[in-house]
């Protein structure tokens, strides 16, 4: 039988090298290649300073904290979003504020902000989510009247325009993830774009111990063994090992890119007339991602549940996820006294969500195939 994996990244004779001839350099940790790397990635994204961490969640992190953001403050995010985005908002100190999604794109709804700011709400935190962009302009419209500071979460949104705009260029901080699974990968790694030079110099600092901006390079030959601390910083830094890889991945983004938007382009040919199934929101006017390919289920058209339907096709041989389970439903935040229930719209998209496997390193052949077997399945288990 056939067996797809969920995700698989695309790993060829070229991130190798480059990996090899790095470790052969000496700069196994943060040196030329990750400020090569952050280079890069601000000029392809049109911000103005990139900071290269260990992780997407280290960057929401210090960029709440880079804002000012700590105990007694409140932040807005969405509830239908990996922990991380909410995590993060807990480790400042501050409290998390969820804002439903729009039911349709599975984006904070613009539309449910502003009832939920109060004198505490310090940022917002909206998240791209499966690349799709989020409606920036009232979401920056809203922000600037109550002088808030917006931290887009773009773990998914690497390759994606709002309106013709690179997202890492609109926010006040844009934090990008390199996970293994992601459109652009090395392996663990994160990055942070903002327009502010100031805001730029304290992340920096924050990401490395909180030692003076330049202290990354003491072991260089030009480098000075002085350093100075002026903050009890993390350890966020990336690596030159992994912004090797990642520079690697950025010349092939586009072509990547082109795969995987041919890809959904199958997927939704063969799913849009299935009834009982939604596919994924796109448009002409934003560029989408395509990180995740989430169909929803209607389970009430159905003689299985989402459950059944996963585990049916992976006797298939379709590998598959469910993206994401609400954060107010995880028992930490049930102890908190968030309640899922308080979010109908992103309840329901995970009570149907299901996502199929999209990725460059797929065949054609692959792809129609995990296509072909939901449609079968569909068939079979309608009501």
């Known amino acids: 039988m056939k067996t797809i994996p969920y995700a698989l990244p695309l790993i060829e004779d070229e991130e190798i090298k480059e990996v090899i001839d790095t470790i052969h350099s000496n700069w196994l940790s943060k ?13 392809y ?17 210090i960029a709440q904290l880079a804002a000012g953001i700590g105990p007694g403050d409140e932040v807005i995010t969405t509830p239908y979003t990996f922990v991380a985005s909410a995590n993060t908002i807990i480790h400042t100190g501050a409290t998390p504020v969820f804002v439903d999604i729009d039911p349709v794109t599975m984006n904070i709804d613009p539309n449910l902000i502003e009832a939920k700011i109060t004198d505490k709400t ?21 922000a600037k009247k109550h002088n808030l500071v917006v931290i887009e979460d773009a773990a998914h ?18 934090c990008f993830s390199f996970y293994a699974t992601k459109n652009l990968v090395t392996g663990e790694g994160g990055l942070v774009t903002t327009h502010s030079e100031e805001m730029s110099d304290k992340l920096r600092i924050m990401s490395l111990h909180g030692m003076s901006k330049n202290a990354w390079n003491r072991y ?13 910083g993390y350890k966020y830094n990336m690596t030159d090992i992994q912004a090797a890889f990642g520079l690697v991945q950025l010349s092939k983004l586009e072509k990547m890119q082109q795969t995987r938007e041919q890809y ?9 007339t299935v009834d009982g199934i939604t596919l994924p929101y796109s448009d002409d006017v934003n560029r989408h991602a395509w990180h995740l390919y989430v169909i929803r289920l209607d389970e009430e058209k159905f003689t299985i549940d989402r459950a059944e ?8 041989g379709v590998g598959t996820s469910v993206h994401f389970i609400p954060v107010p439903m995880q028992p930490y935040y049930k102890r908190l006294g968030y309640n899922a229930e308080d979010y109908p719209n992103a309840l329901k998209a995970f009570n149907g969500a299901i996502s199929l496997p999209l990725y460059p390193r797929m065949t054609i052949e692959e792809v129609q195939y995990a296509a072909n077997a939901v449609v079968e399945l569909a068939k079979k288990y309608k009501k």
């Open 122 to 142: 310090k940022g917002i935190i909206p998240v791209h989510f499966a690349g799709y962009p989020c409606d920036m302009d009232p979401i920056m419209e809203i």
């Open 264 to 272: 959904a382009k199958m997927y939704n040919e063969v799913l849009s």
């Open 220 to 232: 260089a030959d030009k480098g000075s063994w002085y350093y100075e601390v002026e903050y009890p």
């Open 31 to 43: 040196g030329p290649k990750t400020v090569e790397f952050e280079n890069q990635i601000k000029q």
């Open 157 to 174: 949104a690497i390759y994606t325009q709002y309106k013709g705009r690179m997202i890492g260029s609109i926010g006040d901080f844009t």
């Open 45 to 61: 994204v049109n911000a103005d300073y990139g900071i290269a961490l260990n992780s997407c969640t280290a960057g929401l992190h």
């Open 309 to 316: 339907f996963i585990e049916k096709l992976k006797e298939m």
